[in-house]
């Protein structure tokens, strides 16, 4: 296995990567945002209310009280 950062040979201590610095060095890229995960929630609260009226309808019983 390479390290992702810079594709030498990985460390057992600092699996996935060949040292502390390369870690440091990814763990940055997700601090700064340069790393995402995708998300599909709407970025507008009135869509995400809206997003979520329409789940709620989709459920089975969510017309039914608790």
């Given amino acids: 296995m390479s390290c992702p950062i810079c594709s ?3 460390v057992k201590e600092t699996r996935p990567f060949c040292s502390k610095r390369c870690a ?3 763990l ?3 601090f ?3 790393y995402a995960v ?3 929630d709407p970025d507008d609260f009135d869509d995400l209310e809206q997003a ?3 789940a709620a309808r ?3 019983g969510a ?3 608790h």
């Fill in 58 to 60: 989709k459920e089975p």
């Fill in 63 to 65: 017309d039914r009280p």
């Fill in 52 to 54: 979520l009226d329409e």
């Fill in 32 to 34: 700064n945002g340069s």
């Fill in 8 to 10: 030498k040979p990985t």
């Fill in 38 to 40: 995708p998300s599909g």
């Fill in 24 to 26: 440091d060095l990814d």
């Fill in 28 to 30: 940055a890229r997700w």
